[in-house]
């Protein structure tokens, strides 16, 4: 069975600061991987998508590497702002015959402070 | 992406009664999911919604409980039955785009029960 962790569980680093968010998997036989931006009590915005034959995408301050030998992908933000507060999630898609299916993290709760 | 709506925002109910949530896309989709937020947690699958087929139940999720609905390819609803404070939760639709097994979510219903 998939298992997704993230690290941290929480993050509060001051505005400006460059931050690394982790997510490793237990079964590297993965179709894809999403991260995702959810802001409190709100629905997910997916951020990027990394396909399983990929190293890494980037969009604007945001760059995902996956490593899917080792069973880990980082989201990493570049001078992070106050509106980058949000609750980041990553999900890992396995191919199943019927339908993909999506494995979620816990999440990491990132507060950027002005 | 897709852009999808959901139906209502929030609500809060009585113990013992039921809810139908509603779930419209822009666009046709093959793929339409349920999940549940629960406060604190991340997301769990419900089922997914087959057009022209009854909807396929994770396990712990039955259609007695949660009923649905996928009567064209933009349209789908969820209802949570005979309620009770457990199912205080966030309860999002959700979309796959084949091109990419990319997935994108609604914003959400927030369901309070009492």
């Known amino acids: 069975k998939q298992e997704v962790t993230q690290i941290p569980a929480a993050l509060s680093v001051p505005e400006g600061e460059n931050l690394v968010l982790n997510c490793s998997f237990t079964?590297?036989?993965?179709?894809?991987l999403q991260w995702f931006r959810q802001d409190p009590g709100k629905g997910l915005t997916s951020l990027l998508l990394i396909q399983s034959s990929q190293r890494e995408q980037t969009s604007g301050r945001l760059n995902a590497s996956l490593d899917k030998s080792s069973g880990r992908s980082t989201l990493y933000i570049a001078a992070s702002q106050p509106g980058d507060s949000a609750t980041y999630l990553c999900a890992v898609r396995r191919v199943e015959t019927s339908g993909s299916r999506l494995t979620f993290g816990e999440g990491t709760q990132l507060t950027v402070n002005p | 992406s897709a852009v999808i709506s959901q139906k209502p925002s929030r609500d809060i109910c009585q113990r013992g009664t039921s809810l139908t949530i509603q779930c419209q896309v822009d666009s046709q989709v093959t793929m339409m999911f349920w999940y549940r937020q629960q406060p604190g947690q991340s997301l769990t699958l419900i089922a997914t919604?087959?057009?022209?087929?009854?909807?396929?139940?994770e396990s712990g999720f039955v259609i007695d409980k949660f009923p649905i609905s996928r009567p064209n390819l933009t349209f789908s609803t969820l209802t949570v039955s005979n309620m009770s404070p457990e199912d205080s939760s966030i309860y999002l639709c959700s979309v796959e785009r084949r091109e990419f097994n990319e997935q994108f979510f609604g914003p959400g219903t927030r369901l309070t029960v009492l």
């Open positions: 079964d590297s036989a993965i179709y894809n």
């Open positions: 919604a087959n057009q022209g087929s009854e909807a396929t139940y």
